[in-house]
């Protein structure tokens, strides 16, 4: 039976150990030990361990305190002081002096204002009437003032018939009221028209200075429209030219 190689190794070590510690023993002896210094300590058992279990928490939940607030103090309501009414202040009744004194400066300051106006109606009327002596003279034809054409012959005959025909229409339908009626007032009203006699343009070339006189004057040429029908000879003339009425002549 072969041992193995590590098993020997064993068995040898063991013998030198064997031998060493004979060899330790005989020739060397250990010295006795000195046992007056050791300190005696008793050994006591301890008390059994105990598991201490956690306390279960009291889920009873106390009620909550409820922190009462104070209550403000009601405020101290200002009493406002209401305005005395004002007594409406007695007015001194004006004498009878007093009251004579400003009716006359009244009829006086009335009088003043309608002699200004009546110098600016003079002064309006100077000037219209330096405008119309500096404008060219124009030809009168009975009470139709004509646009100063070169009609002659027989032509300017049948031509003042048939103004004098336009001038009567026109008339018969000029009224004034009677408050205008008798005053010296004139007015000159510029027309042009067609051959069928429909205006096509009217204005007024001199005023009376009155407007209510002047409005007169446009309502007749409109009642009486339409005029006359026109020659044809002279259809061209009446529409470019025109003629020119005067009131009342």
């Not at 008793?42 to 008390?47: A, S």
């Not at 070339?205 to 007749?220: H, I, K, R, V, W």
Request: aromatic share 6%; with cysteine.
């Amino acid at each position: 039976m072969k041992l193995s190689r590590g098993l020997i190794y064993s068995i040898i070590a063991h013998i030198v150990l064997v031998v060493a510690m004979i060899v330790q023993v005989v020739f060397y002896p250990s010295e006795a030990l000195d046992l007056s210094r050791a300190i005696r300590v008793d050994m006591i058992d301890l008390p059994d361990k105990v598991i201490s279990q956690p306390i279960p928490e009291d889920k009873t939940k106390l009620p909550e305190k409820k922190i009462v607030e104070p209550s403000p103090e009601p405020e101290a309501k200002v009493v406002k002081e209401e305005p005395k009414p004002k007594l409406p202040e007695k007015k001194e009744k004006p004498t009878d002096e007093t009251v004579n004194i400003n009716k006359v400066k009244s009829k006086q300051k009335d009088a003043l204002n309608k002699l200004k106006a009546a110098a600016a109606i003079e002064k309006l009327k100077e000037e219209e009437s330096k405008k119309n002596e500096s404008k060219p003279k124009q030809v009168f034809k009975g009470r139709i003032l004509s646009a100063g054409t070169s009609i002659t012959g027989l032509d300017k005959l049948q031509s003042d018939s048939y103004l004098s025909q336009l001038d009567g229409k026109i008339k018969s339908h000029w009224a004034l009221p009677q408050w205008l009626i008798g005053k010296p007032l004139r007015a000159r009203v510029h027309i042009k028209f067609d051959e069928a006699g429909a205006i096509i343009y009217k204005k007024i070339t001199q005023s009376s200075g009155n407007p209510t006189y002047d409005d007169y004057c446009l309502l007749a040429i409109d009642k009486a429209t339409p005029l006359p029908k026109v020659p044809e000879k002279f259809s061209t003339v009446y529409k470019v030219d025109g003629v020119v009425i005067g009131f009342p002549d």
